[in-house]
């Protein structure tokens, strides 16, 4: 097994049971950033190394850490990182990628690899799989769906932690201007317009 594979089954056996935060969302990142390393001939190895522990440690969004997930993951990334093959250098890199990748951190990775990861990442949020997990943490939350008065946020300012609907405001919609790479661009205009489309169809129905 190569030093990827093994990595894989590590940190399979380190993720919690999160809906929005499982294995399977650091596998669907992992296929965003390997489309994105061939468009933008980034280091495949480093890259996809921070893809898969960037979310060892996630918590949940009511929780007071929960911006402090991204940092904590950069810290156990090194640990973990030490018992495989690699040098200080790259482990620097991996873990300065997984330390700023987060949405709630407001930085822009300074290496190609944190800005690949911060794409891949972000895209996750982005499109159907997006809509779905955002339902998923609303339900996980025990949040109303949205604020019956003005549910799309047209004349207050949006408040996620009350509201689900509200995130697409204080965050979802803003993610496509705030890509990196020329490819996530692309992809994150696609994705914008699913939840675009999604939320025209809901104010059909629930106006």
């Not at 003005?150 to 979802?172: A, E």
Request: hydrophobic share 40%; aromatic share 6%.
């Amino acid at each position: 097994m190569n030093v990827i594979d093994l990595l894989k089954n590590e940190v399979n056996n380190l993720m919690a049971n999160d809906t929005a935060h499982d294995f399977e969302h650091i596998m669907r990142v992992y296929k965003n950033a390997q489309t994105i390393c061939k468009k933008e001939n980034a280091n495949a190895k480093l890259v996809l190394s921070a893809v898969l522990l960037h979310d060892i440690v996630s918590y949940a969004k009511s929780d007071k850490r929960s911006k402090l997930s991204s940092i904590k993951s950069a810290e156990e990334s090194k640990k973990i990182l030490k018992k495989f093959d690699f040098t200080k250098k790259e482990i620097q890199i991996i873990s300065d990628a997984i330390h700023d990748h987060s949405f709630s951190r407001h930085k822009t990775p300074v290496t190609i690899e944190g800005k690949i990861l911060q794409d891949a990442d972000r895209l996750d949020a982005l499109g159907a799989i997006g809509i779905a997990r955002v339902f998923a943490v609303g339900g996980s939350e025990k949040r109303p769906f949205y604020n019956a008065e003005d549910p799309f946020c047209k004349n207050r300012i949006p408040d996620d932690q009350i509201w689900t609907l509200d995130h697409f405001y204080r965050k979802l919609l803003k993610l496509e201007s705030l890509m990196n790479t020329k490819s996530g661009k692309i992809e994150a205009k696609k994705r914008t317009k699913v939840m675009k489309d999604f939320l025209n169809q809901l104010k059909k129905e629930i106006k």
